[in-house]
Protein backbone atom coordinates (compact mmCIF):
# COMPACT_ATOMS: atom_id res chain seq x y z
CA UNK A 1 0.00 0.00 0.00
CA UNK A 2 1.38 3.69 -0.71
CA UNK A 3 2.50 5.85 1.63
CA UNK A 4 0.77 8.90 0.44
CA UNK A 5 -1.11 10.04 -2.24
CA UNK A 6 -0.03 11.87 -4.66
CA UNK A 7 -0.68 14.18 -7.89
CA UNK A 8 1.41 14.84 -10.82
CA UNK A 9 -0.50 18.09 -12.80
CA UNK A 10 0.72 18.83 -16.35
CA UNK A 11 0.76 22.89 -17.41
CA UNK A 12 -1.91 22.12 -19.50
CA UNK A 13 -4.20 21.30 -16.74
CA UNK A 14 -4.51 17.32 -17.01
CA UNK A 15 -3.66 15.65 -13.77
CA UNK A 16 -2.36 12.04 -13.03
CA UNK A 17 -3.50 10.37 -9.72
CA UNK A 18 -1.11 7.84 -8.15
CA UNK A 19 1.24 7.17 -5.18
CA UNK A 20 4.21 8.28 -3.65
CA UNK A 21 6.82 6.04 -3.29
CA UNK A 22 9.74 8.25 -2.94
CA UNK A 23 10.00 11.21 -0.41
CA UNK A 24 7.25 12.62 1.13
CA UNK A 25 7.53 15.80 -0.63
CA UNK A 26 6.66 18.27 -3.70
CA UNK A 27 8.24 18.92 -6.86
CA UNK A 28 8.36 20.75 -9.67
CA UNK A 29 9.88 20.70 -12.78
CA UNK A 30 9.77 19.57 -17.46
CA UNK A 31 8.20 16.63 -17.87
CA UNK A 32 10.48 14.40 -19.89
CA UNK A 33 9.75 11.05 -20.77
CA UNK A 34 12.77 7.84 -21.64
CA UNK A 35 11.69 4.40 -23.67
CA UNK A 36 14.79 2.94 -21.83
CA UNK A 37 14.20 -0.65 -20.19
CA UNK A 38 16.52 -0.67 -18.29
CA UNK A 39 19.47 1.38 -16.49
CA UNK A 40 17.54 3.26 -13.99
CA UNK A 41 20.74 3.40 -11.90
CA UNK A 42 22.63 5.53 -14.50
CA UNK A 43 19.18 7.74 -15.73
CA UNK A 44 18.90 9.13 -12.71
CA UNK A 45 22.16 10.34 -11.84
CA UNK A 46 22.66 12.12 -15.05
CA UNK A 47 23.23 15.52 -14.90
CA UNK A 48 21.44 16.01 -17.94
CA UNK A 49 18.25 15.28 -15.90
CA UNK A 50 18.98 18.04 -13.40
CA UNK A 51 15.59 20.44 -13.25
CA UNK A 52 13.64 17.72 -15.02
CA UNK A 53 10.64 15.46 -13.80
CA UNK A 54 11.57 11.46 -15.47
CA UNK A 55 8.82 9.90 -16.90
CA UNK A 56 10.25 5.81 -17.51
CA UNK A 57 8.08 4.13 -20.48
CA UNK A 58 8.71 0.73 -19.29
CA UNK A 59 5.89 -0.35 -17.08
CA UNK A 60 7.96 -2.35 -14.25
CA UNK A 61 10.64 -0.99 -12.76
CA UNK A 62 12.83 -1.16 -9.52
CA UNK A 63 13.08 -5.19 -9.41
CA UNK A 64 16.73 -5.51 -9.42
CA UNK A 65 17.08 -2.77 -6.74
CA UNK A 66 20.18 -0.06 -6.46
CA UNK A 67 23.90 -1.35 -5.57
CA UNK A 68 26.33 0.10 -3.38
CA UNK A 69 26.57 3.64 -3.36
CA UNK A 70 29.74 4.01 -4.72
CA UNK A 71 30.20 7.01 -6.98
CA UNK A 72 33.53 7.44 -7.76
CA UNK A 73 34.52 6.60 -11.69
CA UNK A 74 35.81 3.22 -10.17
CA UNK A 75 32.21 2.12 -10.42
CA UNK A 76 30.41 1.12 -12.78
CA UNK A 77 26.42 1.80 -12.04
CA UNK A 78 26.37 5.80 -11.55
CA UNK A 79 27.01 8.63 -13.53
CA UNK A 80 27.32 11.34 -10.73
CA UNK A 81 27.19 11.56 -7.03
CA UNK A 82 23.87 12.00 -6.60
CA UNK A 83 20.49 11.65 -8.00
CA UNK A 84 20.15 14.33 -10.47
CA UNK A 85 16.34 14.66 -11.12
CA UNK A 86 13.94 16.55 -9.89
CA UNK A 87 11.11 13.85 -9.45
CA UNK A 88 10.47 10.37 -10.66
CA UNK A 89 7.32 9.03 -13.06
CA UNK A 90 6.41 5.15 -13.32
CA UNK A 91 3.72 2.83 -14.15
CA UNK A 92 4.40 0.54 -11.52
CA UNK A 93 7.27 0.20 -8.66
CA UNK A 94 8.39 -3.40 -7.89
CA UNK A 95 7.47 -3.73 -4.40
CA UNK A 96 10.69 -6.07 -4.36
CA UNK A 97 13.62 -6.66 -5.71
CA UNK A 98 16.73 -9.07 -6.90
CA UNK A 99 20.22 -8.88 -8.15
CA UNK A 100 23.43 -10.06 -6.77
CA UNK A 101 24.80 -6.60 -6.13
CA UNK A 102 21.82 -5.07 -4.80
CA UNK A 103 21.67 -3.14 -1.42
CA UNK A 104 18.33 -1.35 -1.11
CA UNK A 105 15.17 -0.56 -3.17
CA UNK A 106 14.69 1.79 -5.66
CA UNK A 107 12.20 3.21 -3.21
CA UNK A 108 14.80 3.72 -0.39
CA UNK A 109 17.28 5.29 -2.40
CA UNK A 110 14.32 7.85 -3.61
CA UNK A 111 13.78 9.06 0.22
CA UNK A 112 17.24 8.84 1.31
CA UNK A 113 18.15 11.35 -1.85
CA UNK A 114 15.17 13.16 -0.80
CA UNK A 115 13.53 13.05 -4.24
CA UNK A 116 10.06 12.35 -4.69
CA UNK A 117 8.23 9.51 -6.84
CA UNK A 118 5.12 8.90 -8.15
CA UNK A 119 3.80 5.34 -9.31
CA UNK A 120 0.48 3.74 -10.36
CA UNK A 121 -0.50 6.69 -13.27
CA UNK A 122 -0.51 5.72 -16.92
CA UNK A 123 2.23 6.56 -18.33
CA UNK A 124 1.31 5.22 -21.85
CA UNK A 125 -1.38 7.83 -22.15
CA UNK A 126 1.30 10.27 -20.54
CA UNK A 127 3.86 9.94 -22.60
CA UNK A 128 1.29 10.20 -25.78
CA UNK A 129 0.58 13.66 -24.31
CA UNK A 130 4.23 14.64 -24.33
CA UNK A 131 4.79 13.30 -27.96
CA UNK A 132 1.90 14.84 -29.45
CA UNK A 133 1.62 18.34 -27.77
CA UNK A 134 5.76 18.18 -26.67
CA UNK A 135 7.42 18.63 -23.38
CA UNK A 136 6.09 20.60 -20.55
CA UNK A 137 6.31 21.71 -17.71
CA UNK A 138 4.64 19.38 -14.09
CA UNK A 139 4.81 19.19 -10.53
CA UNK A 140 4.58 16.66 -8.61
CA UNK A 141 2.50 17.43 -5.34
CA UNK A 142 2.53 15.28 -2.06
CA UNK A 143 2.78 17.52 0.41
CA UNK A 144 1.75 20.87 -0.55
CA UNK A 145 1.08 23.00 -3.86
CA UNK A 146 4.00 24.87 -6.05
CA UNK A 147 4.70 26.04 -8.68
CA UNK A 148 5.78 25.31 -12.16
CA UNK A 149 9.40 25.71 -12.57
CA UNK A 150 11.14 25.74 -16.50
CA UNK A 151 14.37 25.05 -15.78
CA UNK A 152 15.52 25.85 -19.41
CA UNK A 153 15.72 29.54 -18.69
CA UNK A 154 18.37 29.61 -16.47
CA UNK A 155 21.68 28.79 -16.26
CA UNK A 156 21.64 25.32 -14.30
CA UNK A 157 24.89 24.09 -15.92
CA UNK A 158 26.62 25.53 -12.99
CA UNK A 159 24.32 24.00 -10.20
CA UNK A 160 26.29 20.40 -11.77
CA UNK A 161 29.61 21.35 -12.54
CA UNK A 162 32.43 20.49 -9.95
CA UNK A 163 34.01 24.03 -8.23
CA UNK A 164 37.54 22.59 -8.61
CA UNK A 165 40.38 21.34 -10.88
CA UNK A 166 40.69 18.10 -10.52
CA UNK A 167 43.33 15.76 -12.40
CA UNK A 168 43.34 11.55 -12.91
CA UNK A 169 45.35 8.71 -14.87
CA UNK A 170 48.23 9.17 -16.21
CA UNK A 171 49.48 9.20 -19.75
CA UNK A 172 51.46 11.21 -22.69
CA UNK A 173 48.80 13.08 -23.38
CA UNK A 174 46.42 15.60 -21.28
CA UNK A 175 42.72 15.81 -21.78
CA UNK A 176 41.05 19.25 -20.14
CA UNK A 177 37.56 17.60 -19.58
CA UNK A 178 35.21 20.96 -19.27
CA UNK A 179 32.43 19.68 -17.00
CA UNK A 180 29.11 21.02 -17.89
CA UNK A 181 27.29 17.75 -16.04
CA UNK A 182 30.07 15.19 -16.87
CA UNK A 183 28.72 12.01 -16.88
CA UNK A 184 31.19 9.63 -14.97
CA UNK A 185 31.63 7.32 -18.05
CA UNK A 186 33.08 9.88 -19.94
CA UNK A 187 35.96 10.06 -17.74
CA UNK A 188 35.50 6.37 -17.36
CA UNK A 189 36.19 5.68 -21.16
CA UNK A 190 38.65 8.39 -21.14
CA UNK A 191 41.11 7.12 -18.38
CA UNK A 192 40.55 3.74 -19.79
CA UNK A 193 42.53 5.10 -23.16
CA UNK A 194 45.16 5.93 -21.19
CA UNK A 195 45.49 9.98 -21.47
CA UNK A 196 45.46 12.19 -18.07
CA UNK A 197 42.27 14.19 -17.47
CA UNK A 198 41.81 17.57 -16.49
CA UNK A 199 38.97 18.42 -15.22
CA UNK A 200 37.45 21.55 -15.34
CA UNK A 201 34.29 23.78 -14.06
CA UNK A 202 32.30 24.90 -16.67
CA UNK A 203 33.45 28.23 -16.08
CA UNK A 204 37.04 27.91 -16.28
CA UNK A 205 39.33 30.01 -18.92
CA UNK A 206 41.21 27.04 -20.15
CA UNK A 207 43.78 29.12 -21.86
CA UNK A 208 45.35 29.39 -18.26
CA UNK A 209 45.78 25.55 -18.80
CA UNK A 210 48.51 23.45 -20.98
CA UNK A 211 46.03 20.45 -22.38
CA UNK A 212 46.50 18.49 -25.79
CA UNK A 213 42.65 17.88 -26.38
CA UNK A 214 39.20 19.59 -25.17
CA UNK A 215 36.66 17.36 -24.42
CA UNK A 216 33.48 19.67 -23.49
CA UNK A 217 30.81 17.07 -21.99
CA UNK A 218 27.14 16.32 -21.30
CA UNK A 219 24.54 18.58 -19.15
CA UNK A 220 21.24 20.22 -18.58
CA UNK A 221 19.68 22.91 -19.96
CA UNK A 222 19.53 25.32 -22.65
CA UNK A 223 22.69 25.82 -24.49
CA UNK A 224 22.39 29.34 -25.06
CA UNK A 225 22.86 29.85 -21.28
CA UNK A 226 26.53 28.70 -21.53
CA UNK A 227 28.29 31.76 -22.60
CA UNK A 228 31.31 30.82 -21.11
CA UNK A 229 31.71 26.90 -22.08
CA UNK A 230 30.87 28.97 -26.17
CA UNK A 231 33.76 31.26 -25.43
CA UNK A 232 35.99 28.48 -24.42
CA UNK A 233 35.51 25.93 -28.00
CA UNK A 234 35.92 29.52 -29.62
CA UNK A 235 39.66 29.34 -28.28
CA UNK A 236 40.38 26.03 -28.66
CA UNK A 237 39.43 25.93 -32.07
CA UNK A 238 40.95 29.31 -32.91
CA UNK A 239 44.35 27.54 -31.44
CA UNK A 240 44.12 24.54 -33.64
CA UNK A 241 43.18 22.79 -30.27
CA UNK A 242 41.67 19.05 -30.88
CA UNK A 243 38.03 19.98 -29.84
CA UNK A 244 35.16 17.03 -28.88
CA UNK A 245 31.65 17.86 -27.81
CA UNK A 246 29.01 15.18 -26.68
CA UNK A 247 25.57 15.99 -26.23
CA UNK A 248 25.55 19.43 -24.90
CA UNK A 249 28.99 19.81 -25.92
CA UNK A 250 27.50 19.14 -29.34
CA UNK A 251 25.69 22.26 -29.13
CA UNK A 252 27.98 24.40 -27.36
CA UNK A 253 30.32 24.02 -30.23
CA UNK A 254 27.58 24.42 -32.88
CA UNK A 255 27.40 27.60 -31.20
CA UNK A 256 30.94 28.79 -31.03
CA UNK A 257 31.40 27.67 -34.78
CA UNK A 258 28.42 30.57 -35.56
CA UNK A 259 25.41 27.49 -35.80
CA UNK A 260 22.21 28.28 -34.13
CA UNK A 261 20.41 25.24 -31.76
CA UNK A 262 16.84 25.00 -30.85
CA UNK A 263 14.48 22.78 -28.90
CA UNK A 264 13.04 19.53 -29.80
CA UNK A 265 9.44 19.08 -28.74
CA UNK A 266 10.28 16.29 -26.74
CA UNK A 267 13.58 15.55 -27.14
CA UNK A 268 15.54 12.27 -27.67
CA UNK A 269 15.74 9.75 -24.31
CA UNK A 270 16.50 6.41 -24.48
CA UNK A 271 18.87 3.67 -25.78
CA UNK A 272 18.42 2.84 -29.51
CA UNK A 273 18.59 5.79 -31.00
CA UNK A 274 19.35 4.94 -34.58
CA UNK A 275 21.62 7.44 -36.53
CA UNK A 276 23.52 7.42 -39.62
CA UNK A 277 27.04 8.49 -40.56
CA UNK A 278 26.68 11.29 -43.44
CA UNK A 279 28.14 10.29 -46.61
CA UNK A 280 28.36 6.81 -45.75
CA UNK A 281 25.59 3.90 -44.69
CA UNK A 282 26.90 3.18 -41.45
CA UNK A 283 24.14 3.35 -38.98
CA UNK A 284 24.87 2.68 -35.13
CA UNK A 285 22.28 2.46 -32.18
CA UNK A 286 23.27 5.65 -29.85
CA UNK A 287 21.97 6.26 -26.04
CA UNK A 288 20.53 9.65 -26.33
CA UNK A 289 19.06 12.27 -23.72
CA UNK A 290 18.48 15.98 -25.17
CA UNK A 291 16.04 18.58 -25.51
CA UNK A 292 17.84 20.81 -27.55
CA UNK A 293 19.68 20.05 -31.21
CA UNK A 294 21.90 21.89 -33.89
CA UNK A 295 20.23 23.82 -37.05
CA UNK A 296 21.20 22.24 -39.83
CA UNK A 297 20.35 25.02 -42.13
CA UNK A 298 23.04 27.44 -40.01
CA UNK A 299 25.55 25.20 -40.05
CA UNK A 300 28.48 27.64 -41.41
CA UNK A 301 30.94 27.20 -44.01
CA UNK A 302 33.81 24.57 -43.19
CA UNK A 303 31.50 22.70 -40.72
CA UNK A 304 29.32 19.71 -42.11
CA UNK A 305 26.35 17.34 -40.64
CA UNK A 306 28.66 14.48 -38.93
CA UNK A 307 25.32 12.19 -38.35
CA UNK A 308 21.55 12.22 -38.40
CA UNK A 309 18.83 10.55 -36.43
CA UNK A 310 16.83 8.04 -38.15
CA UNK A 311 13.86 8.64 -36.83
CA UNK A 312 13.30 12.22 -37.31
CA UNK A 313 15.92 12.91 -39.59
CA UNK A 314 17.74 15.77 -37.04
CA UNK A 315 21.34 16.51 -36.82
CA UNK A 316 23.28 13.62 -34.56
CA UNK A 317 26.35 15.80 -34.64
CA UNK A 318 29.17 18.11 -36.93
CA UNK A 319 32.29 17.67 -37.72
CA UNK A 320 34.71 20.52 -39.06
CA UNK A 321 36.64 20.46 -42.40
CA UNK A 322 39.77 19.30 -41.32
CA UNK A 323 38.64 16.76 -39.08
CA UNK A 324 39.97 18.63 -35.58
CA UNK A 325 37.19 19.85 -34.04
CA UNK A 326 34.06 17.24 -33.88
CA UNK A 327 31.08 16.49 -31.85
CA UNK A 328 28.10 14.21 -31.12
CA UNK A 329 24.75 14.43 -30.29
CA UNK A 330 24.42 10.91 -29.06
CA UNK A 331 26.14 9.69 -26.22
CA UNK A 332 29.60 7.20 -27.12
CA UNK A 333 30.21 6.07 -23.71
CA UNK A 334 26.14 4.95 -23.33
CA UNK A 335 25.65 4.05 -19.69
CA UNK A 336 23.10 2.81 -20.10
CA UNK A 337 22.28 1.56 -23.34
CA UNK A 338 24.58 0.13 -26.67
CA UNK A 339 28.41 0.73 -26.82
CA UNK A 340 28.14 0.81 -30.83
CA UNK A 341 29.52 4.07 -30.80
CA UNK A 342 32.66 4.49 -28.57
CA UNK A 343 34.96 4.00 -31.32
CA UNK A 344 34.22 7.91 -31.55
CA UNK A 345 36.39 8.24 -28.41
CA UNK A 346 39.59 6.31 -30.49
CA UNK A 347 39.14 8.97 -32.96
CA UNK A 348 39.61 11.62 -30.90
CA UNK A 349 42.30 10.28 -28.60
CA UNK A 350 43.94 9.84 -31.65
CA UNK A 351 43.82 13.18 -33.03
CA UNK A 352 46.08 14.26 -30.03
CA UNK A 353 49.33 11.76 -31.00
Not at 71 to 93: A, C, H, W
Not at 127 to 141: A, V
Not at 160 to 185: I, Y
Request: net charge negative; glycine share 10%.
Amino acid sequence: MEKLQAKLVLEDGTVFEGGSFGADMSAAGEVVFNTGMVGYPESLTDPSYYGQLLVLTYPLIGNYGIPENDFSVNSDYFESERIQVTGLVVSEKSTKYSHWQAVQSLSDWLKSAKVPAISGIDTRRLTRILREKGSMLGKILIDQDIEFYDPNHENIVKRVSPTEVTTSGKGTKRVALLDCGCKLSIIRLLLRRNVEVLRLPWDTDISQYKFDGLLISNGPGNPKECLQPIESARYAISNDIPTFGICLGNQIIALAAGADTYKLKYGHRGQNQPVMEQGTKRCIITSQNHGFAVNDDTIPAGWSPWFRNLNDGTNEGIIHESGRFMSVQFHPEAAPGPEDADFIFDKFIGMLK
